[in-house]
């Protein structure tokens, strides 16, 4: 099955200061990536995702990249703010739009990076 | 536009009793997923189901644990017979099944096991 790893398992950054996680998977196959944000005690809130298709996302300050022949994607936090500090995990799954594959659709996690910006 | 609803948010069961969750997906929606997170650890995959139907639950323990999601009314994840190591955060998430790429979390159910 899919195996998905994530450095660093936590992060300082000086506020305004950008952030960078990385993870690596295991599964060719696997097409989609979602990266969510998850506060204390909060529920995961999916941030920005990226399919095998395109190499680079950008969505305000956050960006994503992916390489498919490395299997390895990046979350990137531009002029990191208080608000930005939380857990985030990556995730690869391999949806492949057919119901009947059932072992794509679930998510594989990686283990977290717990960010703290400072002020 | 309610998001996904979970309830109880909160669960504490003793040491053999039957713990329930409900999941609520979006409107819309057709696919539930249900994960677990232990605490300080990431989310676990356990079971993905459609309306009356179990697609994939390569992620459940072989005992105890079952689910469901009937053709009206919430998605059910049942434990029985908890056990301390069950204490953890079961969190749900939707999708709407034709471009399911996107799961969107529900809040978490809880469970305190003592």
């Known amino acids: 099955g899919e195996n998905v790893e994530q450095h660093p398992s936590t992060l300082s950054v000086q506020e305004g200061d950008s952030a960078v996680i990385k993870c690596t998977y295991s599964?060719?196959?696997?097409?989609?990536f979602p990266w969510y944000k998850q506060e204390l005690g909060k529920r995961p809130q999916l941030i920005i995702d990226?399919?095998?298709?395109?190499g680079e996302k950008k969505d305000q300050r956050i960006a994503v990249t992916l390489n498919k022949t490395a299997k390895h994607f990046s979350l990137h936090i531009t002029e990191t703010q208080p608000e930005d500090s939380a857990v985030y995990f990556c995730?690869?799954?391999?949806?492949?739009?057919?119901?009947?594959?059932?072992?794509?659709?679930?998510?594989?996690f990686g283990g977290g990076t717990r960010v703290l910006v400072k002020p | 536009n309610a998001g996904v609803m979970q309830n109880p948010r909160h669960l504490v069961r003793r040491r053999g009793q039957e713990a329930r969750l409900r999941c609520s997906p979006m409107?819309?929606?057709?696919?539930v997923y249900w994960y677990r997170q232990l605490p300080e650890e990431g989310l676990k995959f356990m079971v993905y189901?459609?309306?009356?139907?179990?697609?994939?639950e390569s992620g459940m323990p072989k005992e105890r644990f079952s689910a469901e999601f009937p053709k009206e009314g919430p998605s059910i994840l049942r434990i029985q017979q908890v056990v301390r190591g069950d204490s953890a955060a079961y969190f749900c998430?939707?999708?709407?099944?034709?471009?399911?790429?996107?799961?969107?979390f529900g809040p978490g159910t809880r469970l305190t096991v003592t």
């Open positions: 998430a939707s999708s709407p099944g034709t471009s399911a790429y996107e799961q969107y």
């Open positions: 599964d060719s196959a696997s097409n989609y």
């Open positions: 990226i399919r095998s298709n395109v």
């Open positions: 995730a690869a799954s391999s949806w492949g739009g057919v119901v009947i594959k059932a072992a794509g659709n679930k998510l594989t």
């Open positions: 409107k819309g929606h057709s696919h």
């Open positions: 189901l459609q309306k009356e139907n179990i697609i994939d």
